[in-house]
Structure formats: structure tokens, C-alpha cells
């Protein structure tokens, strides 16, 4: 006769959890989040990984899927983008009764996110778009501290000047 391992059976199901873990990571949840829809505590959910090589690619395939959408919808949203708007009107008659419905589509122009264009530039090319302030002396001899977005306003302003 064997022994009992004891302790609580595995929630684990090789069919279903990857497929839900992976549907998770797309969602864009933390890993402590994708255990909890999983029911499991996040120690559980690491040993997961380790464990079952189908887990730990599902988690980093959706991972990776949302990650990839992120960039792009990043990316959109600094360079602006246009959006088709749907609008539905209800049809009225002489009485105030409604006679049917009128949908209209129009474009509406989303404009670029200085935001986004910022964040961007800082994370992709960090070498000359520092956090860093500039010190300038002037001809008083007085330390004036400017930020590069200062120094950037100040060449965008000569720049319309000429």
C-alpha cells in the first residue's frame, strides 16, 4: 500500500491554466495578479513557472502579445491618430414618436501626446533627453538652473524668430 504525500491536490490542469495564465499577461496583469485570477498565492505561481516549461511560456507569450500592443498604441499616441465615432440619432416624428434611428459615422483627429512624445524620447535616447538641469552662468555672474525642456522651449522659440 502507498503512502499518502499529504497536502492539498494541485490546482494546476496542464489543458486549461497556461491558456488562462496567457490570457491573463495579455490583460497587461502583474504576475501577482494572474495568480490571483488563478486562485494561487504568488509563491505557488513561481514554483509554476519553474516547474511546468508549458506555464512559464504561456505567461511569457501574453507577456510579449501585450507588450507589443503597448509599444504600438505608445507609439499612436505620441504621433496622434484619427478614430471613426459612430453616433446613433433617434428618429422623431411630428408627435415626438420615434420613427427609427439615423447612425452617422464622422473621423475625429486625436492630436499627439507631448507626454507620450517625452517619455519616449527620454527611454529611447536618454543620452539627449536627460532629467538633468543645465547650469548657465550669466554675464552678472549670477547661476541661473534651467531644465532641458527650458532649454528646448528656448531653441523652439529662436528657431520661430528666424
Given at each position: 500500500?502507498?503512502?499518502?504525500?499529504?497536502?492539498?491536490?494541485?490546482?494546476?490542469?496542464p489543458e486549461e491554466t497556461p491558456k488562462l495564465a496567457e490570457e491573463y499577461a495579455k490583460e497587461l496583469l502583474t504576475d501577482k495578479l494572474i495568480?490571483?485570477?488563478l486562485g494561487i498565492n504568488i509563491?505557488?505561481?513561481?514554483?509554476?513557472?519553474?516547474?511546468?516549461?508549458?506555464?512559464?511560456?504561456?505567461?511569457?507569450?501574453?507577456k510579449e502579445a501585450a507588450n507589443s500592443d503597448l509599444v504600438k498604441h505608445m507609439y499612436a499616441s505620441a504621433k496622434g491618430y484619427d478614430v471613426e465615432e459612430e453616433e446613433t440619432t433617434?428618429?422623431?416624428?411630428a408627435n415626438k414618436q420615434p420613427t427609427g434611428?439615423?447612425?452617422?459615422?464622422?473621423?475625429?483627429?486625436i492630436p499627439p501626446s507631448t507626454t507620450m512624445q517625452i517619455f519616449l524620447a527620454k527611454n529611447r535616447m536618454p543620452e539627449d533627453f536627460r532629467d538633468v538641469n543645465h547650469q548657465r552662468i550669466d554675464v552678472s555672474g549670477k547661476l541661473?538652473?534651467?531644465?532641458?525642456?527650458?532649454l528646448m522651449m528656448?531653441?523652439?522659440?529662436?528657431q520661430e524668430k528666424n
Open positions: 500500500m502507498s503512502k499518502h504525500k499529504g497536502g492539498r491536490r494541485s490546482k494546476y490542469n495568480a490571483k485570477k509563491d505557488t505561481f513561481y514554483t509554476w513557472s519553474k516547474k511546468y516549461t508549458e506555464f512559464s511560456d504561456a505567461v511569457k507569450r501574453g433617434v428618429i422623431l416624428d434611428f439615423k447612425k452617422t459615422t464622422r473621423k475625429r483627429h541661473n538652473v534651467t531644465t532641458l525642456a527650458d528656448e531653441e523652439y522659440d529662436s
